[in-house]
């Protein structure tokens, strides 16, 4: 079945340090794929999405692209900031299933000094 | 304010009652989700509604049941709870006729003991 796969579970990196979560996908048709970040006891919010015209999305200084090729949408900063320690979830969705979102197992981020 | 609100943030209760959490969004959305962030944050759908029709409805156990009275409100119900229950709750909503993305509420934080 359709499915997202984050592989680390933790991260922990420097300041100042680039960035890079993975996401893989399994998905039976054309998915659209997503970022969501959590802060400690905050709600689950969208950092990027991708798009169908390949077009590469961008917020907050981080970056995602859509590689169908190698089915992949790998979140990528190129300077990591302490503020941006939080729990990050690879999201996959297809329109057949009622715009469904269904979410990888998340990366914790830790940024240290 | 237009967002997705959740009540209560935090119930503590025994294995063997019933719960009901809440759910209300204001953004004129016309679909609704709960989904369950367990202990090892996986966060997973539970159930979906569109125009308070039941549109998904994963593998849940039947002492869950969810509620509409309208596409404003999404109400979860946990008839005689078990351990395994603990875990926050999150409701979220979106726009299925304008694609739009989704918005998530702060979650209940349920505890069985």
């Known amino acids: 079945g359709d499915s997202v796969t984050q592989t680390e579970g933790l991260v922990t990196l420097t300041e100042g340090l680039p960035v890079m979560l993975n996401c893989t996908y399994q998905?039976?048709?054309?998915?659209?794929l997503f970022w969501y970040v959590q802060h400690l006891n905050e709600a689950p919010k969208l950092l990027l999405k991708?798009?169908?015209?390949?077009k590469r999305p961008e917020h907050q200084g981080f970056h995602a692209t859509l590689h169908k090729s190698s089915s992949s949408f790998h979140l990528q900063k190129s300077s990591a900031q302490l503020s941006d320690s939080a729990l990050y979830y690879c999201?996959?969705?297809?329109?057949?299933?009622?715009?469904?979102?269904?979410f990888g197992s998340g990366t914790k981020l830790t940024v240290e000094p | 304010e237009t967002a997705v609100f959740q009540t209560p943030n935090y119930h503590v209760t025994q294995v063997g009652n019933e719960v009901s959490f809440n759910c209300k969004q204001t953004?004129?959305?016309?679909?609704m989700y709960w989904y369950k962030q367990d202990s090892k944050k996986l966060l997973k759908i539970m159930f979906s509604?569109?125009?308070?029709?039941?549109?998904v409805n994963e593998t849940v156990p039947r002492r869950f049941s969810p509620q509409s009275s309208d596409k404003a409100h999404l109400n979860l119900r946990i008839k005689s709870v078990e351990p395994e229950d603990s875990a926050v709750y999150l409701c979220?909503?979106?726009?299925?006729?304008?694609?739009?993305?989704?918005?998530f509420g702060s979650g209940t934080r349920l505890l069985v003991i």
């Open positions: 998905s039976t048709y054309s998915p659209f």
């Open positions: 991708s798009f169908t015209d390949n």
């Open positions: 953004l004129g959305h016309d679909t």
């Open positions: 999201a996959l969705r297809w329109g057949s299933n009622y715009n469904v979102l269904y």
């Open positions: 509604y569109n125009n308070k029709q039941l549109i």
């Open positions: 979220a909503s979106s726009d299925r006729a304008s694609n739009s993305d989704y918005t």
